[in-house]
């Protein structure tokens, strides 16, 4: 499976960014749960936004009414729409297949090379 990961960049507190990640490579896109995780030095990975297959998601507490995740199952894409910026979210930010089952989101081990959100003034 390889994911591309794009629309990273800097941007002012309070801004705005849309990262975009294309999937290749999966059985089945339309099957597939997908997520944003980002990452910060020397922190584990945190999950920040999920989509299951049916539509349902889920996101970190930090983000909940900042971001939304959708897709788009023609261009076997996931989105991340990152709203009201804050410098907090300065991460590299990685999109990641995988499945969903009783309410929790299971990561495959395929992260591709992630994109670099900078927060900041």
Aim: hydrophobic content about 30%; proline content about 4%; charged content about 15%.
């Amino acid at each position: 499976v390889q994911l591309q990961a794009s629309g990273g960049g800097l941007v002012q507190p309070g801004g705005t960014l849309s990262l975009s990640c294309t999937v290749t490579g999966l059985p089945s896109f339309t099957m597939a749960a997908l997520a944003w995780y980002r990452q910060i030095p020397n922190q584990q990975r945190e999950l920040v936004a999920m989509i299951s297959n049916l539509g349902t998601t889920n996101y970190a507490d930090s983000v909940k009414g900042r971001f939304t995740i959708s897709r788009d199952n023609d261009k076997n894409s996931v989105y991340l729409q990152m709203d009201s910026l804050k410098p907090e979210d300065t991460a590299v930010y990685y999109c990641n297949s995988g499945g969903y089952y009783s309410g929790s989101y299971y990561p495959d081990n395929d992260w591709g090379q992630g994109t670099v959100v900078t927060v900041s003034s």
